[in-house]
């Protein structure tokens, strides 16, 4: 990082960005993890600078990742976009076509791309896969273009593909402003190393199946209808501040407690919705119930997280991993998978050569 960059060592250790956007010629590679917030992002300030109506704070989840190779070419007609081995059509080859642009507009590029992207993890189904996925795509780009920006610009343009990338750009605990109508400026900034603090969250998958309203139509239909909107963005901060102190303090109880209320109440304005918005499944309320009812009988300090889709994310000690684990595997409750992530690192650029991107 260069001044607040991708390659200054000091830098990197305290943010986990590795590599450097102005290595290559053409070629550009990058590995992003998706992340989990526990402050919730829901609404915009301005929706064509893509700016969040409220502050967010995420955990990077290091065993959700995507890998990204561009690759731009003057002999290509159009942008070819290849998601997890299938050609990327409609909206989502728009919305990639749309960031190479930026890119392509910063460099005076006029060549197309050939853009090869991997999830380790179900895409489009509320795991968080837009975050990493931008992420990985805004870094391998700029390396592509062979332009030598920093951290933060990545972040920047991240968010304005979707917001909730601007955080993957960096590791750990990491925090994403609410926007100032107007003001492009805005990108997210680490909060605590990974180090920090080894939480981790188990998901338990409960429907693989892309989820029917993005979370951007969501929250957008969200803004224009719910009357619990103007509530949940008046809210929203204070559920921020205190998670924020909790993370500071390693104060489980703090950070889940207000975790939970900052998920329930964006959900609850979602639900107010017209027509509502209902991510969950029936398995997730069982999910759910069955964590806090262990954790309200038995002790167990688990608090749970759910985003654009069914998946009930469990956050809890490191210590306390197993038997979290343990009790979702004993459930009847229709869960697919489990995934454990721990925090980790940011985006991480790769050294290209011609040959081998
Ligand atoms: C519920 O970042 O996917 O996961 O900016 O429109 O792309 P866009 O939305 P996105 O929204 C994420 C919403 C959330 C909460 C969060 O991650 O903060």
Known sequence: MRAQGLQNASEQSRTGVTGSTS??????????????????????????????????????????????????????????????????????AERITRVLDWVREEAGLKSRARVTTYNTFPTGAGLASSASGFAALVGAAYQA????VDAAQVSRRARRASASAARSVFGGYVRLAAGVPGDDSL?????????????????????????ATSSTDGMERTR????????????????????????????????????E???????????????????????????????????????????MTMDAGPHVKALCEEADADRVRALLHSLDAGIEEIIEVAPGPGLQLHTCHASVC
């Open 187 to 211: 990108a997210a900034e680490p909060l605590f190393p990974a180090e920090h603090w080894p939480l981790r969250m188990l998901i338990a998958v409960v429907d693989r199946k892309k989820k």
């Open 23 to 92: 290595a290559s010629s053409g070629q550009g590679s990058a590995t992003a993890c998706a992340n989990i917030a526990l402050a919730k992002y829901w609404g915009k300030a301005d929706r064509t600078l893509n700016l969040p109506a409220v502050e967010s704070i995420s955990l990077t989840a290091d065993s959700l990742k995507t890998e990204t190779t561009v690759h731009f070419d003057g002999d290509l007609a159009a942008d070819e976009v290849v998601l997890d081995g299938a050609f990327a059509e409609g909206r989502s």
């Open 261 to 303: 209320r900052s998920t329930l109440a964006y959900i609850a304005s979602a639900l107010a919705a017209d027509p509502g918005i209902v991510y969950w499944k029936g398995s997730t309320l069982d999910v759910y119930h069955r964590l806090r009812l262990e954790r309200e009988e038995q002790g167990l300090p688990v608090w």
């Open 224 to 259: 224009l209808t719910s009357p619990f909107y103007d509530a949940w963005v008046t809210e929203a901060p204070k559920y921020v501040e205190e998670i924020r102190l909790g993370l500071a303090a390693r104060d489980l109880e703090r950070v889940g407690r207000f975790m």
């Open 145 to 148: 273009a062979g332009l030598d």
